[in-house]
């Protein structure tokens, strides 16, 4: 069981007058991101009372504060202010919470605890420094949606998307530089990436474990132990999380039916898609999406 810390809990307020636009990181022209471990981002508006808790965190947090602020903390006994310019980066692991002080505008990314991003190098808690690269991770972040988000005025160019997206990739690693150590070896993490790339522009296909291993140029026994090193995973169960974290952001940021889900994650029903969701999750995906998008859930700690 979970410890739940002193002034932290898994807790999600999100007032109806908040606004955020996701990255469609599901789509393939985007691979360039979603191969760089990066699970979920956005750039959002926020006002209080919104406030964020996580206990033990699957994913490490980077917060880029562009206007406003709000206050963050920590299970370590850490707190602080967020402030224009500045990047807070929480790891994986270790709970820690934040909440909204006023109008506060976010650049915020999700990331995966897996090959560049696996290991922290000094991350014992969450940190904070001063943006390393100025507005111009913005501005592809921008670029990128606005590109995305062309809709009815024209179609959205694919090449085009995939060029913002690989600059936002090539500055988020620059911006991170100094937080983590690269957690895969350079013979297998570029590799490992190129791989995910795929899944995840297909992850509705079926994956099998020659498949994979012929994609990295080795037999199934050594696929293994790469991924057992590596990610911390099986190959099965590296494919399934791969699908989890997309069903995950589809539930949060649409309003696709279950059927749908499913068949975009690879499952031929929305009952074996809910049961593999919820042995993931902990939750079935009807909970999951009613508690992402609640416009008010109470705090445990005023429980």
Same mark, same amino acid.
């Given at each position: ?35 760089? +471990?990066?699970?979920?981002?956005? %750039? ?16 490490? #947090? ?14 370590? +006994? ?6 224009? +310019?500045?990047?807070? #980066?929480?790891?994986? +692991? ?8 006023? =109008? ?9 605890? =897996? ?46 998307? =995939? ?6 990739? %090539?500055?988020?690693?620059?911006? %991170? ?31 099998? $474990? ?86 008010? $859930? ?6």
């Amino acid at each position: 069981m979970a410890e739940t810390f002193k002034n932290i809990s898994d807790t999600i307020i999100i007032p109806k007058n908040c606004r955020e636009r996701f990255l469609p990181l599901r789509e393939p022209s985007l691979a360039p991101l979603a191969g760089r +471990g990066v699970i979920l981002a956005g %750039l959002s508006d926020l006002r209080p009372p919104y406030e964020i808790g996580r206990v033990v965190p699957a994913y490490h #947090v980077v917060i880029l504060t562009l206007a406003g602020g709000g206050r963050w903390r920590t299970a370590v +006994g850490g707190e602080g202010r967020f402030r224009p +310019g500045q990047v807070w #980066v929480a790891p994986a +692991g270790k709970a820690h919470g934040y909440e909204a002080g006023g =109008s506060w505008r976010m650049l915020w990314f999700h990331l995966e605890p =897996s090959g560049r991003w696996q290991e922290p190098a000094r991350l014992a808690a969450a940190t904070l420094h001063a943006c390393r690269t100025g507005t111009r991770l913005v501005d592809a972040v921008e670029g990128l949606l606005d590109e995305a988000d062309h809709g009815a005025e024209a179609r959205p160019l694919p090449g085009i998307v =995939s060029v913002y997206a690989e600059l936002a990739g %090539l500055l988020l690693e620059r911006e %991170l530089g100094a937080d983590f150590r690269s957690g895969a070896t350079p013979r297998w993490g570029s590799r490992l990436e190129a791989l995910r790339a795929r899944i995840l522009a297909a992850p509705e296909r079926v994956w099998p $474990v020659p498949e994979l291993a012929a994609a990295l140029h080795v037999s199934p026994v050594h696929l293994h132990r790469i991924f057992r090193y590596e990610l911390g995973a099986t190959p099965s169960g590296w494919v399934t999380r791969l699908r989890m974290r997309l069903a995950a952001e589809l539930l949060r940021a649409t309003d696709y039916p279950l059927e749908v889900i499913a068949a975009r994650v690879g499952y031929r029903t929305p009952f074996a898609f809910s049961r593999a969701f919820k042995r993931a999750a902990g939750a079935a995906p009807r909970v999951f999406r009613q508690g992402e998008r609640q416009e008010e $859930v109470p705090s445990q700690r005023d429980a």
